[in-house]
């Protein structure tokens, strides 16, 4: 139950890049906060969206929606020389030969990926 | 109205993935071997912890323990019965440690030099979800599971057995009356976790005590 700080910290992480933004962007209002959380990432994502109307009420967040893409585990597979995408996370064998595997090519992220503004035209 | 999309591919946390890279290299230069214990709350992480400091300070070793929990000081208090220095951190409803803790810990802890030490181990807050996500620049991540909880127990939490480096099965000595299918154990950790050493212990009767306090010394040197 760590979702709280997690949220905490992509609004923060979001209100620090709205500050970086170019002049003809000041006010700009967030529509959408993309984020990409690998099966490994230990957050639950209907937790984090729940969250996120808390954190985000009073900042430039406000009213934006959370856009959750979930990434699938992807070991490498020594034998087979691939990269190979994982079912579950209860099996850590490459699918194609059952070779077993440590070697983490994708799934423990937990990053903001992107976000989307909205700005007024008249101040371009 | 416009509209348009930022890229920003930045980390979530990414200001505790750079302290915890501090921490790292301050451990290093130090020459000081640091552990990060996890477990579910009542596993037998401080039993477990307080043998294995008593066996290190019997052994000449100099090591020292941070202990997270969410009030009280009982662990604290207990783990220097071993003789050795240690440091209670309260995180008063945190359900993790975090680098920023350690690193505020190290720097107000007067009777313990990080060069003074051969090894400090960080007792995490007893939580089998949220710690897997906080770095604490420790080299070695140990999870403990007890014959108490039910051998499926890393099928069930995935995310942190896989981003173990050793696991410690505890309470051996009554593995017995609890039924505890041993083999099915091994077997879901290693599930998990392929290639996964794991300790077969007992803080009660020393079990698996010696094998664990050699794979520290080992560690230590760099052997594994």
């Known amino acids: 139950m760590h979702e709280l700080s997690i949220v905490a910290s992509i609004v923060d992480s979001v209100t620090e890049t709205l500050t970086t933004l170019p002049d003809s962007s000041r006010g700009a209002r967030v529509l959408e906060v993309r984020l990409n959380v690998g099966a490994l990432a230990s957050v639950v994502p209907d937790s984090l969206e729940f969250c996120y109307g808390l954190a985000s009420e009073g900042t430039p967040l406000e009213g934006s929606k959370l856009v959750i893409h979930l990434l699938p585990v992807v070991v490498h597979c020594g034998p087979c020389g691939l990269d190979a995408e994982l079912e579950g996370v209860q099996s850590f064998r490459c699918p194609r030969c059952g070779e077993p595997s440590i070697d983490l090519r994708q799934g423990r992220e937990l990053e903001i990926d992107s976000i989307e503004i909205e700005e007024d035209e008249e101040k371009k | ?224």
């Not at chain 2, 290639?195 to 080992?218: D, H, N």
Request: glycine share 8%; proline share 3%.
């Open chain 2, 1 to 224: 109205m416009t509209t348009r999309i930022v890229e920003l591919r930045r980390g979530i946390l990414k200001k505790n993935d750079e302290l915890a890279a501090g921490l790292r290299a301050r451990y290093a230069a130090a020459g000081v071997l640091v552990l990060n214990l996890v477990s579910s709350p009542g596993t037998g992480k401080t039993a477990f912890l307080e043998q294995t400091l008593r066996g290190l300070r019997a052994a000449g070793a100099r090591a020292a323990a941070l202990v997270g929990d969410l009030e009280t000081d009982n662990d604290a208090r207990r783990l220097a019965s071993a003789g050795v220095p240690v440091r209670q951190i309260n995180t008063h409803g945190i359900c993790h440690l975090d680098a920023e803790m350690i690193g505020k810990h190290l720097a107000d802890w007067q009777d313990v030099a990080l060069d003074q030490l051969e090894y400090l181990f960080i007792e995490n807050v007893g939580n089998l979800v949220c710690p897997s996500s906080y770095d604490l620049g420790e080299r070695i991540r140990i999870v403990l599971l007890s014959v108490t909880e039910g051998e499926d127990k890393p099928l069930k939490y995935p995310t942190l057995f896989n981003s173990a480096d050793a696991a410690v099965i505890t309470k051996m000595d009554i593995a017995e009356p609890c039924g505890f299918d041993r083999e099915a154990a091994l077997a879901n950790i290693k599930e998990i976790r392929p290639g996964i050493r794991i300790f077969e212990t007992s803080a009660k009767s020393g079990a698996g005590m010696e094998e664990w306090l050699a794979y520290l010394a080992e560690a230590r040197a760099g052997r594994s």
